[in-house]
């Protein structure tokens, strides 16, 4: 399932990631569901970036752990990420991220990895395109664009 050059051929470095993403989910706050998540993001030059679900009273504010990360990274001046590994508490199946996580990851590419766990640090690995088959990416935008000049 790891393709060359993808971060199973580092196991020590997608180790910290996933020891991240689950270090990451103990600070989240969720008063509301109780459920705790928490997403490590690396970036291409080796940086990690930690995020956790934050929730609100009104529940359409909420923000997942997934974008919190690339929300972080994304404001330091990080476009380009190499993987992303997801917790929560968890233990029958893998966390996976919402419809809304899936279209925010796309949107800084679709060939990084995605590293979904269990709570005992197990995980299944894709890529965020195959998380988001046909997908709505900006480069439909820009195509749209061009053809109404």
Known sequence: MSAPGGLEDTPQLLDELIQ????AKEKAYNPYSKFRVGAALL????QIFTGCNVENASYGLCICAERTA???????????FKAIAVSSD?????I???????QFMIEFGGDYEVFLT?????YQRHLVRDLLP????SGDL?????KQQ
């Open 70 to 80: 690339i929300c972080k990274a994304v404001s330091e001046g990080y476009r380009s």
């Open 96 to 102: 996976s991220p919402c419809g809304n996580c899936r």
């Open 134 to 137: 046909h997908s709505f990416e």
């Open 43 to 46: 970036t291409e030059g080796g």
């Open 20 to 23: 991240k993403c689950f270090k």
């Open 142 to 146: 820009i195509e749209f664009q061009q």
């Open 90 to 94: 968890m233990t029958e199946k893998f």
């Open 118 to 122: 269990k709570g005992d640090g197990s």
